[in-house]
């Protein structure tokens, strides 16, 4: 168990804006920073991270939490382990006391896999660099290919021999157990229970998770056999999923963030020879056909992918297979074709570094434009050929979101092709129609689908965020948040527990109280008042706990907090979707008042129109005792008390200005 000392260290190092910053593109609106999510699939950012508050939250799926959290939501890393990776990144040391086996065996069952497969990539390129084999056959084969040693030792390239049971028995011996050599697929078990190396004899390709830690292998085998696989990847397991990782991204994320802009390409050699030419903003596929998790995982980066492909026919067909997809995402595609017989790892070495970089940047051109010319080159003359073809270009023009996108294309592919633009806006109308039919099952009526459009208009966000001149009609916020009917008293609840963690440290300054917290002050003001919402009411116990013990919380406390519910509540009422825009301000001189200006009318009035909320429930309910009582004297009774409570309430209601209408 890691103690707490520590763990202070590393909550009170570990910045937010840095953590998130590691796995999502984050961009300044107002005084946080948006994103989108990497929890949920969206295109228009709702994922919010305040650098001064130290947490972020997600406006669109509700994830929220800070850095410890983030790690463990984004990675399925336990808590402990989620600490040990934020120690790592910023190089503090992690002092633990002694746990029991049972809980060190429970906490590492996962970890172990994550050890031996880091044990193995070690292994593997201690035998490149040090084994006899390793150096005179995988260590030659790279330099013949022209690899510089820097470029092999960053991505951990290595070599596994060609022996049965070489990674199993050094792993045995060094105290790693066969159930998780197996379960990571480092090792096979045959049909006669006889455990053996699944790598041997070929170069191997770590592949390292987002953090960079090695989750699985890509192996190229040497050998001229055609009986041989050419590569042999790790199967899926605990800790590696192909469709979710890219080969790369650990080492290129930074470098995709500073250019906005990806390369993808399509083999881990690929990817090595690109980094050696400077170039170091390149990913791979993992050995996978493209999938949507993997261009989503791009888009947390840069909306611009450069695809860098084969030559040859083959690797043409390849790219215009995959990149409909990646249009479909909404991101912006352009593709470079090398000369026939090329790909990026041999046209680079064939040119040298710089040469390959000047190609990149001179040659690359739109998808759309790209695929129109390969396929009309294809079709020729042919009129039918080349009626299906222009078919299948607006159909990749269709699956472009953005609509000032696919008219732009839809212009440009007008002149290439020389077919009227009209003809081409009227087939892609009928390709989105269908689309739209296909999608919600049946065929809604002219008057539905113009309703459907203008509810579409009028209320889901642009891909750019909304208009300026939306804000000027609709008020001084850039952002409309869902409604959720809740009681007026849930309501009311948390708001006071949102200026407790938002102002409790905050000295009173009004009533002649001295040398008072807010805190305190709002604790002593709720002794009579009985909390409904579970959560708030055990935010506000604890809050008076500890100030009866002498401690005034602070709202990273509950922020923080070991139980998810009281720090996901901690959180949301911490944060909010709204941000003033600057118009209202710069352009109209019109100034929003912040509720910490006048502190007292904001706390008073959250206390007042608690009770507010509090004794219309005790009138509604004597209200209730009062149809239902026979008994006069009683009777009686629950008028005298229903007088005195609307009493109570007028006062209440006098200092909040409220006129009653009896």
């Known amino acids: 168990m890691i103690n707490q000392d520590t763990i202070s260290k590393i909550m009170d190092t570990a910045r937010i804006e840095e953590v998130v910053g590691d796995f999502v593109a984050l961009k300044k609106r107002g005084t946080s920073l948006i994103g989108n999510c990497p929890f949920h699939n969206e295109k228009t950012p709702s994922f919010n991270v305040s650098v001064t508050k130290g947490i972020y939250k997600c406006f669109g799926c509700g994830k929220g939490g800070d850095s410890v959290h983030f790690i463990m939501d984004h990675e399925k890393y336990s808590y402990p382990e989620a600490l040990k990776y934020l120690a790592q990144k910023y190089n503090i040391e992690v002092e633990e006391t002694v746990q029991s086996p049972q809980n060190i065996e429970a906490q590492n069952a996962r970890e172990s896999l994550y050890i031996v497969s880091e044990y193995a990539a070690n292994y593997f390129s201690n035998e490149l660099w040090t084994g006899s084999d390793g150096r005179a056959i995988g260590l030659s084969y790279f330099k013949e290919r022209g690899f510089r040693e820097d470029i092999l030792k960053k991505f951990q390239v290595g070599y596994s021999p060609d022996s049965w049971d070489a990674l199993i028995n050094s792993a045995v011996g060094a105290g790693h157990r066969e159930e998780y050599l197996e ?63 890219l080969y790369g991204l650990y080492h290129a994320k930074k470098s995709i963030r500073e250019f906005d802009n990806c390369y993808l390409v399509e083999g881990y050699a690929d990817v090595l020879a690109v980094h050696q030419a400077g170039i170091e903003n390149v990913v791979a596929s993992s050995g996978t056909s493209l999938t949507t998790e993997q261009i989503r995982l791009i888009g947390r980066f840069t909306q611009n992918v450069t695809i860098l492909y084969d030559g040859d026919a083959a690797g043409i067909k390849a790219s215009l297979r995959g990149l409909d997809m990646i249009l479909e995402e909404g991101l912006n595609v352009k593709v470079v074709l090398f000369p026939d017989g090329h790909d990026p790892d041999s046209y680079m070495h064939h040119v040298g570094a710089g040469e390959f970089k000047k190609y990149i940047e001179t040659t690359r051109r739109d998808f759309i434009l790209y695929k129109a010319t390969i ?16 078919r299948d270009i607006i159909e990749s023009i269709a699956k472009i979101p953005d609509e000032i996108k696919a008219a732009v294309f839809i212009r440009e592919c007008s002149s290439l092709l020389q077919v009227e633009e009209r003809t081409l806006l009227s087939e892609l109308n009928k390709m989105r129609v269908a689309k739209f039919k296909k999608a919600s099952g049946n065929s809604p009526s002219p008057q539905t689908q113009s309703f459907q459009q203008h509810q579409s208009n009028a209320y889901q966000p642009c891909e750019d965020g909304p208009p300026d001149n939306l804000f000027e009609t609709s008020g001084p916020y850039e952002a409309t948040a869902p409604t959720v009917e809740t009681s007026i008293d849930e309501v009311q609840e948390k708001e006071i527990v949102r200026l407790l963690l938002a102002f409790g440290h905050e000295l009173v300054t009004w009533g002649g109280i001295d040398n008072m917290y807010i805190g305190s002050f709002i604790i002593q003001n709720l002794t009579d008042v009985v909390f409904q919402d579970k959560l708030c009411g055990l935010i506000i116990e604890t809050y008076r706990a500890e100030i009866e013990n002498g401690h005034l919380p602070v709202a990273s406390q509950f922020i923080q907090s070991k139980d998810r519910d009281v720090a996901d509540l901690a959180i949301t009422l911490s944060t909010s979707p709204y941000s003033l825009s600057e ?72 200092h909040l200005g409220i006129t009653i209408l009896k």
Do not use: C, Q
Request: aromatic share 8%; hydrophobic share 35%.
């Open 183 to 245: 379960k990571t697929g480092l090792a096979i078990r045959n049909d006669k229970g006889k455990l053996y190396d699944r790598f041997r004899g070929r170069v191997l390709f770590p592949i390292h998770n987002f953090t960079g830690r090695v989750i699985g292998f890509g192996g190229r085998t040497l050998k001229t056999d055609k009986n041989v696989p050419k590569y042999v990847n790790s199967p899926e397991s605990d800790i590696y999923h192909k469709s979710n990782v």
């Open 583 to 654: 118009n209202w301000e710069h352009k109209h001189d019109i100034y929003v008042k912040d509720e910490s200006v006048n502190l007292k009318s904001t706390i008073l009035g959250g206390l007042f129109h608690l009770k507010k909320a509090k004794i219309a429930g005790i009138l509604s309910d004597i209200a209730n005792e009062i149809k239902t009582e026979a008994d006069p004297a009683n009777l009686e009774i629950l008028m005298h008390k229903f007088m005195a409570m609307k009493g109570v309430e007028k006062e209440i209601s006098k």
């Open 375 to 390: 396929l009309m080159k294809e079709a020729g003359t042919d009129p039918i050929k080349r009626a299906g073809i222009i």
